[in-house]
């Protein structure tokens, strides 16, 4: 017994080493109901939350139960309000030395809505990450089109149409490399990942700002209000950024095409230089290794997905030229 003890703590020491967490809020802590003591965002209320309440709404921040997930933040019908977690900077800085990058999780919930955005702000409110989530109105198809704008970095932003967030729950991460001056925002439920240098030396974490917006859209015209919802953050320092964030946006995978996708039954991989495939692993969203197979140095490849279920996969390629990550979506 003594013995799996020791093995058990010498590895949790060795995990400490490269995998540091700084903060955690579950908003379990909290008593139910508003989440504020100074409307104007002022003073800190709760936790250290600034929260600022529009005095033209009636806009709301609270906290409210959710079912399976316990206690969460909730912001109701906010055009302009804002709940703001502020003075991180000390927490990045209790980092154990060597740990420098930083990685924010964190989980949110979008109804149908105008803008429910997480903006990450450093020091001289340098942007670190900004994830939108939104519905805009298609007046020529009369429809609703909903994107999700990843914004990183100093001006460098992609924007995702018509993906299916809305009334889920969505965890994003984002990395900062202070080591490499590199930024990472990585969503695994909708196989996004996306990377970015910035143009001056990064500075640390000074804030976590929730915004919610707007109503139900309709025609244009928002009506209603809705519920916005934040849960899960967790700011921890790392070692290093994960391969399989790294290799997720590569210029290898570039090369690579996947057909049909969404697919059913067979996907088939080419590439356009005859980069040489051994092997092709299949991942879930969680990154849980569903199965694998070998290949004999192949440039053209048939891969049967009939086994798995409707969803979003990774599949990681080992090439004669390296790793290749593609996102697959089964239907």
Do not use: C
């Given at each position: 017994m003594k013995k799996y003890i020791l093995i058990f703590s010498f590895l949790l020491f060795v995990n400490s080493l490269y995998s540091q967490i700084l903060y955690e809020e579950t908003f379990e802590n909290y008593p139910l109901g508003d989440f504020t003591t100074d409307p104007t965002g002022a003073t800190p209320g709760l936790g250290n939350w600034y929260v600022f309440l529009d005095k033209n709404t009636a806009s709301?921040?609270?906290?409210?139960?959710?079912?399976?997930?316990?206690?969460?933040?909730?912001?109701?019908?906010?055009?302009n309000c804002t709940a703001k977690q502020k003075d991180l900077e000390t927490v990045?800085?209790?980092?154990?030395?060597?740990?420098?990058?930083?990685?924010?999780?964190?989980?949110?919930?979008?109804?149908?809505?105008?803008?429910?955005?997480?903006?990450?702000?450093?020091?001289?409110?340098?942007?670190?990450a900004d994830i939108?989530?939104?519905?805009g109105y298609d007046s020529t198809l009369q429809v609703n089109k909903s994107y999700l704008r990843v914004s990183v970095g100093q001006m460098h932003h992609k924007e995702y149409l018509n993906l299916n967030f809305i009334k889920r729950w969505i965890a994003v991460q984002v990395y900062a490399d202070y080591n490499t001056n590199k930024q990472y925002a990585h969503i695994p439920a909708l196989g996004i990942?996306?990377?970015?240098?910035?143009?001056?030396?990064?500075?640390?974490?000074?804030?976590?700002?929730?915004?919610?917006?707007?109503?139900?859209?309709?025609?244009?015209?928002?009506?209603?209000s809705v519920a916005h919802k934040l849960d899960n953050i967790k700011i921890t320092a790392l070692k290093s950024v994960p391969p399989h964030v790294l290799s997720a946006e590569s210029f290898l995978a570039t090369k690579f095409n996947i057909y049909p996708n969404p697919a059913?039954?067979?996907?088939?991989?080419?590439?356009?230089?005859?980069?040489?495939?051994?092997?092709?692993?299949i991942y879930n969203i969680a990154g849980k290794q569903l199965s694998a197979q070998n290949f004999n140095n192949e440039a053209?490849?048939?891969?049967?997905?009939?086994?798995?279920?409707?969803?979003?996969?990774?599949?990681?390629?080992?090439?004669?030229?390296?790793?290749?990550?593609?996102k697959l979506v089964k239907k």
């Open positions: 709301e921040v609270k906290i409210e139960q959710e079912p399976t997930k316990g206690n969460v933040l909730v912001v109701k019908n906010a055009i990045w800085n209790n980092r154990t030395t060597g740990n420098n990058v930083l990685l924010v999780e964190y989980e949110l919930y979008a109804e149908d809505l105008d803008n429910t955005s997480i903006f990450l702000a450093s020091l001289a409110n340098d942007l670190l939108r989530l939104s519905v990942t996306i990377q970015n240098v910035f143009t001056k030396a990064a500075t640390p974490l000074k804030q976590i700002q929730f915004n919610g917006g707007g109503g139900i859209l309709t025609k244009g015209v928002y009506t209603n059913t039954h067979v996907v088939i991989i080419t590439n356009s230089e005859n980069i040489l495939v051994n092997k092709v692993t053209n490849l048939q891969l049967n997905v009939a086994h798995l279920a409707s969803g979003t996969y990774m599949l990681h390629l080992i090439t004669d030229k390296g790793k290749v990550v593609k």
